[in-house]
């Protein structure tokens, strides 16, 4: 049995920085790079049918959240995607500390996804990474797997990356011509 309220005061302070500073979402990424590449490896190495199964459905309800454009939805199922390959991985250790990171997991997800938004071919490459996650997953390719898991978690941080350079390039824009347009 592992409890979601252990760490509650440990997540708790992560959120508040979170919501705080957006430099931290980085830093929450490059986690997620360890906790779900070892996550998809161990889940290919051990997963069992049913854990397969279960998988599997969660990628369904993912698709079904994005058809309805429901952001927090979606952010919901794709954290029970994660604690899915979390839990075919078979290691208390890990799972417990998934679900203990789930808030902060879930809102780094949920920022990800609005801003991804702003590139409509982001999405169908996101959903691209995460059949290729679940398909070495299912497979037993336990090193593809986490090379996979790797690739997506790349993709979304250099995507973001992009975003964010060039919404400061408008916004450096704007202050220019503001300026210009100012009484001498």
Known sequence: FVSEHIWKSFSDPLLNLLSNHSETQLDLLEARHALEGISAYFAALRGTE????????S????????????????????????????EA???????HIVRSLAPLLEQNILQNFKLL??????VEKVNKHRAN?????????????????????????ETLLE????QSRRERSLRRIQQGNEPQ
């Not at 919901?76 to 979390?86: D, P, Q, Y």
Request: hydrophobic fraction near 40%; avoid cysteine.
């Open 133 to 157: 996650i679940v398909d070495a997953i299912v497979s037993g390719k336990p090193d593809t797997a986490r090379e996979m898991s790797h690739s997506h978690l790349a993709y979304i941080e």
């Open 163 to 166: 975003l964010t350079r060039e």
């Open 89 to 95: 991985t078979h290691n208390v250790v890990i799972l």
């Open 117 to 122: 938004r702003h590139r409509p071919e982001a």
């Open 50 to 57: 049913e854990d397969f199964a279960r998988i599997q459905s």
């Open 59 to 86: 990628v369904l309800k993912i698709s079904e959240a994005q058809e309805k454009h429901d952001f927090e939805a979606e952010a919901s199922t794709v954290m029970e995607f994660l604690i899915a390959i979390t």
